[in-house]
Structures are given as structure tokens and as C-alpha cells.
């Protein structure tokens, strides 16, 4: 029972261009979300997160979008540079359980 | 480097024996949770520990059990393993016990191998 989903394994940008991460959930409880970065021999490291009661979290060139009806959420880097080059995850919150849910994980490749 | 060390950073071993692992917690941080990652899957949660006492638990299996010390540091036992628990395992540590803007700090994991 995956209840945070991203199904994209993989996706390649230009450097410069925006690149869009997908975040699916089943859970209407969760109340915040949460997205991490991980580099290879690394552990994940916190970018940025958006509490339930917002559609809109920006912090420099990452925005988190969190769309409640759809139960879908999406991470925006703008401008892609290679060092956006990493594995991100997406994370969910339930304060009911005190439990972090995490996707799979999406491979962001940025080409130079 | 995010503060948190886990020991060791890798541990090989064969399917019966019983491992331990171990990580600190940054300096300050009172909440402590182990995860799992096997191939190419995302983090399953194990279990989190707040100043000591179990907070929350995951899907984590009755041969895995885990504590936290009164100096903060947390183990990770497992037993009697399998080939399936091959995996990397992450500690994190964090202020409070959750919340959403409640960061985690990730510790470099161990990779455990089973053969």
C-alpha cells in the first residue's frame, strides 16, 4: 500500500530550463509535505516543505505546489543547474500517526 | 556532513547472525528515526524514538527492534537475518517529534549486505 507515489523514476532537464517533480498521496490526513535530495553515498538532506492548508511554498529557486483535490503535489526548480543532479523524494506527514511517508524517489539528471 | 553518524558504514555478514547499528544525533536533537531503503525503493519507516521513549512506528518486523539511550545515541538490532534485509539504513534526527517543518537530518546510512 504505496501512499506516496512518484511515478516518474527518471527525468532529464536541460541546464537552465525548469524542472518539474510529481508527488501522488492517498492519504487525505497527511498534514504537511515534505521533499529531500540524496546524492549518491549520501544520506537525503531537506529542500523544502508546504504545510496542508497551503497551495504555494517557494524558497529561492524551488517552489512546492501542493494541489489537495487532486491529492498530487509538484516541486519546481527554477533554473536547473547540474548540481540539481540528485535522487528527490517526496515525503508526507500524518500528525495522527507522528509517521513520515516517502515516495520511491525520482532521478533528476540536469545536462549541461 | 548533516551532524548525524551512524556506525558502520558498511557491515557484511550471513543470514542467521544478529547486527547492531548505531547512530548519534546532532547535538540538540531529542528525536531519532531509523528508515530503510532497499533497491530501488524509497525510504520505508522503522520506528522513531523522542528523548527515549518510542514515538511512532513503521512497518518495522518483530526481528528488528531499536532503542534510545539517555545520551541520545540509538541502536538498530537485527536478528536472525535474511537475505531480503540486505539494505541501506538511514538514521535521522530532528528538534521535535514531528511536524511538517520539522527537518530531518540525514546520517550517511549503513549498508548492510546478507549473504
Known amino acids: 500500500d504505496q501512499q506516496v507515489k512518484q511515478n516518474s523514476p527518471s527525468l532529464s532537464v536541460q541546464e537552465g530550463r525548469i524542472s518539474i517533480l510529481n508527488c501522488d498521496y492517498t492519504n487525505s490526513m497527511f498534514d504537511y509535505f515534505l521533499w529531500y535530495k540524496k546524492y549518491p553515498a549520501e544520506g537525503p538532506t531537506f529542500l523544502i516543505s508546504?504545510?496542508?492548508?497551503?497551495d504555494k511554498n517557494e524558497d529561492g529557486r524551488f517552489t512546492v505546489f501542493l494541489n489537495k483535490s487532486a491529492k498530487h503535489l509538484s516541486l519546481h526548480i527554477v533554473p536547473s543547474q547540474p548540481g540539481d543532479s540528485a535522487v528527490y523524494f517526496c515525503?508526507?506527514?500524518?500528525?495522527?500517526?507522528?509517521?513520515?511517508?516517502f515516495g520511491t524517489g525520482t532521478r533528476l539528471k540536469v545536462l549541461a | 556532513d548533516s551532524g548525524v553518524t551512524q556506525t558502520p558504514k558498511h557491515l557484511i555478514t550471513a543470514t542467521g547472525q544478529r547486527v547492531t547499528l548505531r547512530c548519534s544525533p546532532r547535538?540538540?536533537?531529542?528525536?531519532v528515526y531509523w528508515y530503510q531503503q532497499s533497491l530501488d525503493q524509497g525510504l520505508q519507516f522503522l520506528i522513531q524514538?523522542?528523548?527515549?521513549?518510542?514515538?511512532a512506528k513503521g512497518n518495522i518486523l518483530e526481528r528488528f527492534s531499536a532503542q534510545q539511550f539517555p545520551d541520545l545515541h540509538s541502536e538498530l538490532n537485527l536478528s536472525s537475518l535474511e537475505l531480503g534485509d540486505s539494505a541501506l539504513y538511514f538514521c535521522?534526527?530532528?528538534?521535535?517529534?514531528?511536524?511538517?517543518?520539522?527537518?530531518?537530518?540525514f546520517g550517511p546510512g549503513t549498508r548492510l549486505t546478507v549473504l
Open positions: 535521522a534526527s530532528s528538534v521535535r517529534p514531528g511536524g511538517g517543518y520539522n527537518e530531518q537530518f
Open positions: 524514538y523522542y528523548n527515549g521513549e518510542e514515538r
Open positions: 547535538s540538540g536533537d531529542l528525536s
Open positions: 515525503a508526507a506527514f500524518d500528525s495522527g500517526t507522528y509517521k513520515y511517508i
Open positions: 508546504i504545510s496542508s492548508i497551503k
